[in-house]
């Protein structure tokens, strides 16, 4: 069936948020159903709506406002039965905006199965704190625990048009609210372009949805195909997709969004199905290859939450795109190939190829001028030994980048780690028969695998590779991740270039 269907109008659906409409009230209107997610302090609050039933709810169950608790009652009001759904929040002095961001991801669940035409949300951090990263956080979770990725299924049953509101008494929560839509329509988007497979997603389609995501926002964009590349001597990206019928694409966006700002240059690995090459994979787990170009969905899914957000910035997304497949052309192991900035490079293994494609796209990147790279990428099984599923490692060559990063993700709800990087580990990736090579094996491999990349970096530019191979994707629903992609890295990148 999906070989038949109009690749187009798979890839434009849900462009903007169709799983869950927010609005905000300052006043408590008539519901179906009120949601509260309260911390154990929040019990004495009189401005909880029905507060007298839930502090008599609070009296018989001590555990009601617990960490990770939920519970729900129904009750006959003057208007008509009326549910309401507790979600506890524990400690309000241990509660972080992240915490109430999970929380608000499976509140958002039980609200959708509730199935109440209009639905109030209420939490007092989220109305008292004057910051707005505990307000944001809770619209965030709310959107991004609605999703659901259905684009390939016959019929999608039981869909949720219900009208969610936020109770908030800020002037200024509209604006709240449109950045944070802005934000998840796209992390959605990039969750969206992840999950779907790689028969439909192939390096054509994603050159695709930049050219009209250029259009739709009024961004600069240049697709390099096979001609292009071989003229710019991007030996490496070529050498990844000689083995596919899928022509390899280098993809570049462009957000001016200031006249006197330097260039960020964000880029990422495209590679939309990952067989291994000739070094090919086990049969076993291969299908979720598919979610090998997840680093290039966060570049494209930032800097189009950037333009629509309309950020004082200048933003360069880079999406180095290719399939890696083995055939009678693929690039074989003990090749010697020269990629764009002179350096050769012997390929020890055809499966190490996303540091391959990155390796001329960062390099692409300085060419446009870039005075700050940071390139992300599903690059190593190596990062999932060393820092599990939640968090994401950072190779770099530059403190304060590092910082950044690091500091950005803690506001986005995003964990980062930064390994080292010994002089070492670079004599690791020498080779006897050409400049470099392509894999030094297990020992360090997330921090090999990075500092391949910063060989192609220009001297003293600011650079940081960020791997994401434990967290592209949710083996289970949990909070706001839904199982499937997870869109890590898109809040993090806007987050770093809005710098507050």
Request: overall charge negative; hydrophobic content about 40%; charged content about 25%.
């Amino acid at each position: 069936v999906l070989e038949n269907t109009n690749i187009m109008d798979i890839l434009h659906y849900n462009f903007y948020n169709n799983f869950l409409a927010v609005k905000a009230v300052q006043c408590i209107e008539e519901n179906d159903v009120i949601t509260l997610l309260l911390t154990k302090e929040d019990i004495t609050n009189h401005e909880i709506p029905y507060s007298d039933l839930i502090k008599r709810l609070a009296d018989k169950d001590k555990k009601m406002c617990d960490a990770g608790n939920t519970c729900s009652i129904v009750f006959d009001s003057a208007s008509g039965l009326k549910k309401i759904i507790i979600t506890g929040l524990g400690d309000a002095e241990k509660l972080t905006p992240n915490d109430l961001r999970k929380a608000a991801g499976e509140t958002t669940r039980t609200i959708m199965k509730a199935r109440g035409e209009k639905t109030l949300v209420f939490s007092p951090v989220a109305v008292s704190n004057n910051d707005h990263m505990y307000l944001r956080a809770l619209l965030e979770g709310l959107i991004l625990g609605s999703y659901e990725f259905n684009e390939c299924k016959s019929e999608v049953a039981n869909k949720f048009d219900g009208l969610v509101q936020v109770y908030s008494k800020d002037i200024k929560v509209n604006d709240i609210i449109a950045e944070a839509n802005i934000l998840c329509e796209s992390i959605i988007w990039a969750r969206n372009l992840v999950n779907r497979p790689g028969n439909i997603v192939q390096p054509q389609n994603m050159a695709d949805e930049a050219l009209l995501m250029s259009e739709k926002l009024g961004l600069e964009c240049e697709i390099l195909g096979t001609d292009a590349m071989r003229e710019k001597a991007m030996g490496a990206l070529l050498a990844v997709g000689k083995g596919s019928d899928a022509e390899p694409k280098l993809i570049t966006l462009k957000y001016q969004g200031s006249v006197n700002s330097d260039w960020i240059a964000l880029v990422g690995k495209g590679i939309t199905f990952d067989s291994g090459g000739i070094s090919i994979k086990p049969e076993a787990g291969m299908g979720e290859m598919k979610d090998d170009m997840a680093g290039a969905a966060a570049v494209l899914g930032a800097i189009r939450a950037i333009a629509e957000m309309k950020l004082p910035c200048n933003v360069i997304a880079i999406a180095a795109c290719a399939e890696n497949m083995p055939s009678g052309t693929a690039t074989r192991p003990g090749d010697i190939i020269k990629a764009a900035n002179g350096k050769t490079i012997e390929v020890v293994s055809t499966d190490a190829e996303g540091r391959m494609v990155l390796a001329d796209a960062v390099w692409y990147a300085c060419r446009q001028g870039a005075s700050k790279v940071i390139d992300i990428a599903t690059l190593t099984g190596a990062v999932i030994i060393a820092l599990g599923n939640e968090t994401a490692a950072i190779v770099s060559n530059n403190d304060n980048l590092c910082e950044e990063i690091i500091s950005a993700g803690k506001t986005a709800g995003e964990n980062y780690w930064r390994l080292p990087s010994l002089p070492e580990c670079k004599e690791a990736i020498k080779s006897d028969i050409a400049d470099l090579l392509n894999s030094a094996g297990r020992p360090g491999g997330v921090i090999t695998g990075g500092l391949f990349i910063g060989e192609f970096v220009d001297e003293n530019i600011p650079w940081a590779h960020i791997d994401i191979g434990g967290t592209s994707t949710a083996q289970k629903t949990n909070g706001y991740l839904v199982k499937g992609a997870t869109g890590i890295g898109v809040a993090t990148l806007v987050q770093l270039v809005k710098g507050k």
